[in-house]
């Protein structure tokens, strides 16, 4: 009979610092990330692929009729009102202003009985998906 003993005390160790890690992940690293993220879409009149998608892309604004300006740019009381927090194991980016968070909703989507058209400015670009995936392998030490 052949017998085999394996001592694996080194990778339970290793799972068990791991999984540790795995409870505080970088939300709050990955929140400001997106954060700066949106910001890059104000800067950029849009980065969305679509009305009424989270998903980024090439689009643009439609710009404003009635001014040279850009539109969203005001008095950038909503770029400002945009914050994140941590809640759980979530990340939640909103819109930190009772007033300006009726704005960001007809802003971000549209308002056909307004002819406001959807400019969306809280979206997540591909490269974000990168970046976060960095900064976990980071975490991780990988």
């Not at 950029?44 to 009305?51: I, L, N, T, V």
């Not at 909703?105 to 490269?127: H, K, L």
Request: no cysteine; aromatic share 8%; glycine share 10%.
């Amino acid at each position: 009979m052949i017998k085999a003993r394996v001592d694996a005390s080194g990778a339970m160790r290793k799972l068990k610092a791991a999984a540790k890690k795995a409870q505080a992940l970088p939300y709050t690293q990955i929140g400001a990330m997106l954060d700066q993220s949106i910001d890059i879409n104000f800067a950029s009149g849009g980065r969305y692929s679509q009305d009424g998608s989270v998903a980024g892309g090439s689009k643009t604004w439609e710009p404003l009729q009635d001014s040279s300006r850009r539109p969203l740019e005001r008095t950038g009381r909503l770029r400002r009102s945009i914050s994140y927090k941590v809640r759980g194991n979530t990340v939640e980016l909103y819109v930190d202003d009772s007033i300006a968070n009726l704005y960001a909703s007809v802003q971000n989507y549209g308002y056909d009985a307004g002819g406001i058209p959807a400019r969306p400015f809280m979206t997540v670009q591909p490269e974000d998906d990168s970046r976060i995936e960095d900064i976990l392998a980071k975490h991780f030490g990988m």
